[in-house]
């Protein structure tokens, strides 16, 4: 199993069933992620698990998001406002790395 802690507002999206698809930069955490992988998120003193169903790498978050549903990653914003938001989190020399989209489904809450 693995886990990541994620944002509050990424965290409840997951926990609604409404965001199936979390965003990362590809930096060798992700390396050891394999479809089929039970995925822990966790926040503050919360968990969801969730299961892995797809793992699509790609060069940078512009390229990613020329192939992802903009919906399955954030349905409360718009690409632009995404693309913003993780560029926050992760800066040129993380982005630099690639983007991986990892594609779940809810197990338990």
Known sequence: MHEMAIYKRYFDLIASGKKTTEIRVNDSSRERLRVGDLLRFTCRDEEVLTRITRLTRYVDFDEMFEHESVSSVDPTASKD?????????????????????????????
Do not use: F, K
């Open 81 to 109: 406002e995404q693309l913003r938001n993780i560029r926050e989190i992760y800066p040129p020399e993380r982005e630099a790395l690639g983007a991986v989209a990892i594609g779940i489904e809810l197990v338990e809450r």
